[in-house]
């Protein structure tokens, strides 16, 4: 059962712009990590961003450095992902997902306690 709620995906041409909100589904997202992740087609799934309990620290991904944005919103229980400029190899299911991690294992999906169900994003050229 899905603790976290994405939403925001959709069909998106090249160079344009989406975001993408995390919700907690009956938990509160206010003193947790939240990460997202990515997997495209026949790709392992990939690390994008993560954004400590109060946002002051943020991790972005290289591939996606100066394009995405992390933020949240504890009032709100919500997380979201900026997407800007979005290129054709952006295309795939992100999905958060929230936890205790800390430092660099926080790019390891694995140290993630709980996940949504993904939302799709497609980026056409």
């Known amino acids: 059962q899905a603790q976290l709620v994405e939403s925001g995906g959709g069909l998106v041409q090249s160079g344009g712009s989406l975001r993408l909100s995390c919700t907690g589904s009956?938990?509160?997202?206010?003193?947790?990590?939240v990460g997202w992740f990515r997997r495209a087609p026949r790709k392992e799934r990939e690390f994008v961003a993560v954004?400590?309990?109060?946002?002051?620290?943020?991790t972005i991904a290289d591939s996606v450095k100066g394009r995405f944005t992390i933020s949240r919103d504890n009032a709100q229980n919500a997380v979201y992902l900026q997407m800007n400029n979005l290129h054709p190899e952006d295309t795939a299911v992100y999905y958060c997902?929230?936890?205790?991690?800390?430092?660099?294992?926080?790019?390891?999906?694995?140290?993630?306690?709980?996940w949504g169900q993904g939302t799709p994003v497609t980026v056409s050229s």
């Open positions: 997902a929230g936890g205790s991690v800390v430092g660099s294992r926080a790019r390891v999906a694995g140290e993630y306690d709980y």
């Open positions: 954004i400590d309990w109060n946002g002051d620290r943020t």
């Open positions: 009956g938990r509160t997202l206010s003193n947790h990590v």
